[in-house]
Each structure stands twice: as C-alpha cells, then as structure tokens.
C-alpha cells in the first residue's frame, strides 16, 4: 500500500485548494478557523509520500486524516453532532469531542482511496469514533508519554500533528526512532513556541486578564513542549534523528486569525446548531460552509502574511528519517 498518507492515490488527480477547504468546513463548520488550519496541514502533508505500514499517531477521531486521503462524508454530518459537556468547556475547558454515543456513525459517501495501518490515541472515545470511519486497520489506545506499543523498526511512515502535546517529548521521539523501520520516514507537523507570542497577549494592559482567559480557553496548557526551530533540530538529532525537508505552513497571519476564532462562543453555535430541526440546520450550514470557502479563500496559502516584517512560522512540518 504506497503512499499511505498522500492524499491522490496513483491514477487520481489531487484535489483543488478550494475543494480541500470545503471538505474540512463540512466537518468543522462551527470552527472555520480549524478547517483553514487543517487545509493547510493537509496541502503540505500531501507532499510526503508515506508508505506501508503506516502508523497515524495522536490520531484523535481519525477525521483529519480520513478526510486528507479522501474520504467524503454526506453534507449532514459534522464533529459537533456527537459532543457532549457543552457546560464545562469555558470554566473547566473540558474536550467537548471526547464522547460517544451509540449513534455515532458518520455517513459515508466515498471511502478513501487507502487506509492508514495504525492509528494510536490517548482518549477512548476518539478512538471509538476512529473506529467507526473503517480506516484505520488497526487501532491502539496508549499514552505517547509512555514506551510506544509497537516492535523496532516496524513503521515505514509514521505521522503525527500532536508532537508538541506530549510531556516526555524526548522519550517520544526516541520511540519514534525505535519503531520506524531504518529507511523508514517520520513526518512531523509542530507548532512553534512563537504561537504563544502570535496572540493579543502583548495587549494584556489595554484588554485585561478576563479577555485574554475568555480567548485562550486553557489551550497553552495543552502544549506543554512547545520550541522554537533550533530547539525542535536539537531534540531530533539528540533522539538520533536526522532531518530530511523542513517546510513551515502556518504564517503569523493564520496564527493570528486562529488565536481570535470563533473558540469562546463554540458552545453556544453547537448548542443552537443541534437544537435546529436537521432541514434548517443543514440549510443554515450550507450557507456558512459556502461564506466561509469565499472568506477563507485567500487564507489557503502556506506563504500569506500580511505582516510587513518577516516573522518566524508559527507551524511547521518536519520530515525525519533513523540516523
Ligand atoms: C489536536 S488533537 C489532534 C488529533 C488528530 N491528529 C487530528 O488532526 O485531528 C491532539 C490529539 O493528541 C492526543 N493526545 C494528547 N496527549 C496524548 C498522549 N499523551 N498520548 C496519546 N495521545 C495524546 C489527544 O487525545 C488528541 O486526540
């Protein structure tokens, strides 16, 4: 199975820009600031060809990568239809995805065009939902802090867009090393520590401490190994590995745009989203889905800073290989 993660499988033509966005605004509507994200993500990880066996690691719900190796799902479903502890997201920041419930199944349109060996997650409910996509062919709960559960040199293609929510970051990458094959490749999407400098932070004075908690919502808490380049580069040659393509995807602009977002009223447009009758509320989705694909449009480019002086990337995707 080549190019596990690519998302044009031989003989197929990769899609547009534009179709990527809407794909991930379907799912993450309520979030658009997350479908642009994502986009980008995926437009870059489709410049890696990733063989078999392929491991997805922090896998979540699977619907990242589903989605990039071109699954499409109907128009109806979306991420915020099966959530739950709306109540406690603002005060105690609860992952409000980290649920299930019977009924989860997304409806299938087009299953991908490949599937990804491996996927591995902390949280089990998210590894339900993987389940339920028939993606992955197999599926593995474990905490990446830990010893990985897989045998030496057993991955060809390794992919994870969490590196940076991992504590023992060191020992993570040193698993990496350990359970990819010696010509194997591991692909990384990080985010720098410059995301904690790409918020309305430096405005503390004027804005106050309520705002900025409002906006934040705790996720910093969430990234305890945040670095900058050079501290990325050190950690991966001192866990033995060896950096083969770097390519930085998320400009200060996008971080920026994301910082804001619409994260502290998410609860409240889920909450009015799933108390609409499913004619309206698919209706009403239509219209944001195709507003935000126009609004969102020009954001669609790696390269897109509107910041006159050079700035550091606030995301970037390393590829590795065992020293
Ligand atoms: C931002 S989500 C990304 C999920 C998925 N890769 C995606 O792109 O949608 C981060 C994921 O990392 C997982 N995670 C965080 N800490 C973890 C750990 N210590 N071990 C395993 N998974 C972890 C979370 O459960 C969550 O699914």
């Excluded at 799933?274 to 480019?301: H, Q, T």
Aim: hydrophobic residues 40%; charged residues 20%; aromatic residues 10%.
């Amino acid at each position: 199975m080549p190019n596990a993660l690519a998302s044009s499988p031989k003989g197929t033509q990769a899609p547009s820009t534009l179709d990527t966005l809407r794909r991930y605004l379907n799912v993450y509507w309520l979030r658009p600031e997350n479908a642009f994200w994502m986009t980008l993500r995926s437009e870059t990880l489709a410049q890696c060809a990733m063989a078999s066996p392929s491991l997805d690691i922090c896998c979540g719900d699977g619907l990242f990568s589903f989605l990039h190796c071109g699954g499409v799902l109907d128009e109806s479903f979306d991420v915020f239809t099966t959530v739950g502890r709306l109540n406690d997201v603002t005060q105690a920041h609860a992952d409000m995805f980290d649920v299930i419930s019977g009924a989860y199944q997304p409806p299938m349109i087009t299953q991908p065009g490949q599937s990804i060996d491996v996927g591995a997650d902390l949280k089990t409910a998210l590894l339900t939902k993987a389940r339920a996509l028939s993606f992955y062919r197999k599926l593995v709960q474990h905490n990446a802090n830990e010893v990985l559960p897989f045998g030496d040199d057993t991955f060809q293609s390794v992919y994870c867009n969490a590196a940076y929510w991992i504590d023992h970051i060191d020992l993570f990458l040193r698993e990496l090393k350990r359970i990819t094959h010696p010509h194997g490749r591991i692909v990384l999407q990080v985010k720098l520590a410059c995301m904690q400098r790409y918020t309305l932070s430096t405005f503390r004075d004027q804005l106050g401490d309520k705002f900025l908690d409002i906006i934040g919502r705790g996720r910093l808490d969430t990234w305890p190994t945040l670095a900058d380049r050079a501290g990325w580069e050190q950690r991966f040659a001192q866990a033995g590995l060896c950096l083969e393509d770097e390519r930085p995807f998320i400009t200060r602009t996008h971080a920026q745009i994301w910082d804001v977002g619409l994260r502290p009223i998410a609860p409240m447009l889920v909450k009015m989203a799933n108390g609409l009758e499913p004619a309206s509320r698919l209706s009403i989705k239509k219209d944001w889905v195709d507003l935000f694909c126009e609004l969102l449009a020009p954001f669609c480019d790696a390269q897109l800073d509107l910041f006159t002086q050079s700035t550091e990337p606030a995301e970037i995707q390393y590829m590795l290989r065992p020293a």
